[in-house]
């Protein structure tokens, strides 16, 4: 069975609305991580070494596919772009 440009492009859409979904948790939860750490008192480095525990620990199978949807409406104006692009 040969893939048409279409199947390439909607296996291309869902890998970038599954990417926008888990770049937006890690986020979420190294912000909430790091001002819960600035609560409990932790420094600077510390606030820091917390937020990317808290990345480390994330539990990426909770992503629904109704997370994923909404991040990637919630981006759809960056479009899927290299890491590393500063805008």
């Known amino acids: ?4 440009h279409a199947d390439e ?3 291309s859409d869902a890998a970038c609305i599954l990417a ?3 770049r937006a948790a890690c986020v979420e939860t ?7 750490a600035g609560l409990r008192g932790l420094c600077q480095d510390g606030r820091w070494e917390y937020a990317l525990a808290a990345i480390r620990h994330l539990d ?3 992503l629904t596919s109704a997370d994923a ?6 981006t ?3 479009e899927c772009r290299p890491t ?3 805008d």
């Open 76 to 78: 759809r104006s960056n």
């Open 84 to 86: 590393g692009t500063l």
């Open 20 to 22: 926008e979904a888990v």
């Open 1 to 4: 069975m040969t893939r048409t």
């Open 9 to 11: 492009k909607r296996t």
């Open 60 to 62: 990426l199978r909770t």
């Open 69 to 74: 949807t909404r991040s990637a409406d919630a």
């Open 30 to 36: 190294a912000v909430l991580a790091y001002e819960d």
